[in-house]
């Protein structure tokens, strides 16, 4: 073994450039394997983190402007959602599962003590946290008796305490010359610009704006198997919506609905497209790492037949031939796949600090287009392995030619 | 028994003229001589040595090496005969370049997988008998053509085989190496009793065989007993 090693270790240093080319060809092809690979999983990521803030059976709905002409109305018109709506909404089907109302707010500053930080005040009911997982830090989030109270509660954000500092459960804080107490904290976004503050719905009306309009209802529904049944159901509860507001039940823009199943179906289908592409692509960048391999290895015994004659003049039988050809193309692909695969892994982890901390604003929110792009240990291992022996077996039969070749024929090649 | 026979060798290259090369050779080396076998270019002689060090195969005939027929052999087969039988030295050395001297030498001992610590201690014994022990970490390229030619002989008498083989050793180098080289082999003729064949064109070298075997066109004529060598021979026996 340490012999053959030994034969590996001279032909190489003998052949620096030709070593190189072949390494260059193999670290090239896994580097640009991982990355790519690692790049489509940070945007799979990506996507699952941003679609993860929902739960994926579920619709979200605002109030639209019409845009056809209705029950002696012109078209232009704004609808503004309202009570009447989330009784609607409740009653609508039996696949009707959880309802919140939502209110937006206005800005407003929170005081506690001495310090001060501003929010974008959201009054909303108990089930809402239950719809759009609200992932609390400490205490707790507003339940179905504050509601009925209309207790002075409020869930602030992390990025509140950067201001307010970690000591808030339990703590008093103004609003608008409101006193609230805050109950708890949840895991806000470090790139949203503002961080909402929750209080209770009824609350928000009772004292901010004591009108019947809402901003938006969210709802889960269960019994939709596919899309056909989502878009069902979806244009079913919008027609029914529209009627109830004088306009047109095929008014595409009156009301605006957020159907997280349909969107999470077409994005799973994204998802599948992107990674399908991704290893069609990455198996191609394989491939021509092999055929690099193969080249190389084909030059390499051309090149060596003369030597192989002197091998098998003084004893060398076509065995030990072809295992000193395999031995050194494993060796050199294993070697150079490798430094290829942990350069890839690097490359990645730099593209994780960089493009993976940039966040894109796409409006409402911001998301993250890259997030942990990175491939798992087994996947890159297994793609190297598979560079190593696919690459050694398309080897094989030139090296099997070279162990072939009568003794003289290869001493006469120069 | 002689050591080598051949009994009406024929070899015929193919091809688009098909070439007869070897017509019913027909020789006998004994142990320990030092044979040379003469010839123009394309008489046959390079032909009959690569048949004789099993490099090439012949058609018919029987080839007899040490009591054993040579023929159809597997190339594994034939590659163990080269190792432990043969001993080549070429025309142009035939050193493995990006091997030292003492790696070169080592390397037909590799093939019989004697320990590396072993054939390291071998290989420089021999280097040393050839006054090459300060050579034996130099490579080839580094080295003039008389000390490659050495290297090649130490490599050829590793394994301590039956006949060596030379095929115009003496072509790539000047006269004066030329000499040393062949006082090289006669001594090891004269003293080891080492079977030596000798291809060659120059009749300078030829001279220094015992026996000098004429090929032309593929056919053996005279053979010559060397009378100088004869006499040299009788005057040390008295």
Known sequence: ?414 | MALIELKDINKTYQGAQPLHVLKGINLEIGRGEFVSIMGASGSGKSTLLNILGILDNYDTGEYILDGKLIKDLSEKQAADYRNRMIGFIFQSFNLIGFKTAVENVELPLYYQGVNRRKRHAMAMEYLDRLGLAQWASHYPNEMSGGQKQRVAIARALITSPRIILADEPTGALDSKTSVEVMNLLTKLNREDGMTIIVVTHESGVANEADKIIHISDGIIGKVEENVKHDNWNSALIK
């Open chain 1, 1 to 414: 073994m340490r012999d053959l090693f030994g034969e590996i270790y001279n032909s190489i240093r003998n052949n620096k450039l030709r070593t190189a080319l072949t390494g260059f060809a193999v670290s090239w092809g896994i580097f640009l394997l991982i990355c790519l690979l690692g790049t489509g999983n940070g945007i799979t990521n990506s996507l699952l983190s941003n679609s993860g803030q929902f739960v994926q059976n579920s619709i979200q709905v605002y109030g639209g402007r019409t845009s056809m002409p209705a029950n002696g109305y012109r078209e232009g018109r704004w609808i503004q959602l309202d009570n009447g709506d989330v009784r609607l909404t409740k009653d609508y089907s039996d696949k009707v599962e959880k309802v919140a109302t939502v209110t937006n707010g206005t800005m407003g500053t929170i005081v506690m003590g001495d310090k001060t930080v501003s929010a974008y005040m959201m009054g909303v009911t108990a089930e809402y946290s239950e719809i759009q997982k609200v992932s609390l830090k400490e205490g707790r989030f507003i339940n179905p008796l504050d509601e009925k109270d209309a207790a002075k509660v409020a869930v602030l954000s992390t990025t509140h305490l950067k201001d307010l500092g970690d000591d808030v459960i339990g703590r008093w804080i103004t609003i608008a010359g409101v006193v609230f107490r805050v109950v708890g904290v949840y895991h806000g976004d470090e790139n949203d610009f503002q961080s909402n503050l929750y209080i209770p719905y009824s609350t928000y009306k009772g004292i901010f704006d004591p009108s019947d309009k809402i901003s938006s209802i969210i709802m889960t529904f269960r019994g939709v198997n596919n899309i056909e049944e989502s878009d069902e159901f979806e244009g079913g509860y919008s027609r029914s919506l529209k009627t109830r507001h004088q306009a047109d039940p095929d008014d595409p823009s009156a009301i605006w609905i957020w159907n997280r199943f349909s969107q999470n179906v077409q994005m799973t289908q994204a998802q599948n497209i992107l990674r399908i592409a991704l290893w069609i692509i990455g198996i191609l960048t394989l491939i021509s790492g092999i055929v690099g391999v193969s080249n190389i290895m084909l030059i390499t015994v051309k090149e060596r037949t003369h030597e192989f004659g002197i091998r098998k003049a003084i004893g060398a039988c076509p065995g030990s031939i072809l295992s000193l050809i395999i031995a050194e193309s494993v060796t050199i692909t294993a070697l150079f796949g490798y430094i290829g695969m942990f350069l890839g892994m690097i490359a990645c982890g730099v593209l994780d600090k960089t493009a993976g901390a940039n966040a894109v604003d796409i409006g409402f929110t911001q998301i993250r287009m890259l997030e942990n792009p990175t491939v798992g240990l087994d996947t890159a291992l297994a793609a190297t392995l598979l560079l190593v022996v696919a690459g050694t077996i398309a080897g094989l039969a030139p090296a099997r030619k070279a162990a072939k070749v009568k003794p003289i024929e290869a001493l006469r090649a120069e």
